[in-house]
């Protein structure tokens, strides 16, 4: 069964980091854009960073700008998100999609997204203490 896992979520202070992972299975992410979305409780869905190809830049929404980092490992098909200076307000349910590449312009228009994406990961929790 295709589908992608993410793990690495947790509850940590203001300022503190953590590294999200999200590994797929039953099919290769070089053929996808990837990207990690968060959902808040009460509020919509947020793609905050988006990668579609090696030709363009990384896709990174202003809130986590600076701040956040996708990175890649195609040798075992996975995506990492890492996040630095955490916020209280980057409290949120993560999750990781991939979308077929050809079917998406640009990484900010995965991000910006209102449709079901290919593959949808189960969510991790990030909880962010003041």
């Known amino acids: 069964q295709a589908q992608l896992v993410e793990s690495g979520g947790g509850l940590v202070t203001s300022g503190g980091s953590l590294r999200l992972s999200c590994t797929a299975s039953?099919?290769?992410?070089?053929?996808?854009?990837v990207g990690w979305f968060r959902q808040a409780p009460g509020k919509e869905r947020e793609g905050i960073t988006c990668?579609?190809?090696?030709?363009?830049?990384?896709f990174y929404a202003d809130s986590v700008k600076g701040r956040f980092t996708l990175d890649r490992d195609a040798a075992k098909n996975t995506v990492y998100l890492q996040m630095n200076n955490l916020k209280p307000e980057d409290t949120a349910v993560y999750h990781c999609?991939?979308?077929?590449?050809?079917?998406?312009?640009?990484?900010?228009?995965?991000?910006?997204?209102?449709?079901?994406?290919?593959?949808w990961g189960q969510g991790t929790q990030v909880t962010v203490a003041s």
């Open positions: 990668f579609r190809s090696s030709t363009e830049s990384t």
């Open positions: 999609a991939a979308v077929a590449w050809l079917a998406i312009s640009t990484a900010r228009a995965m991000c910006l997204m209102t449709s079901a994406t290919d593959y």
């Open positions: 039953g099919f290769d992410l070089e053929n996808y854009g």
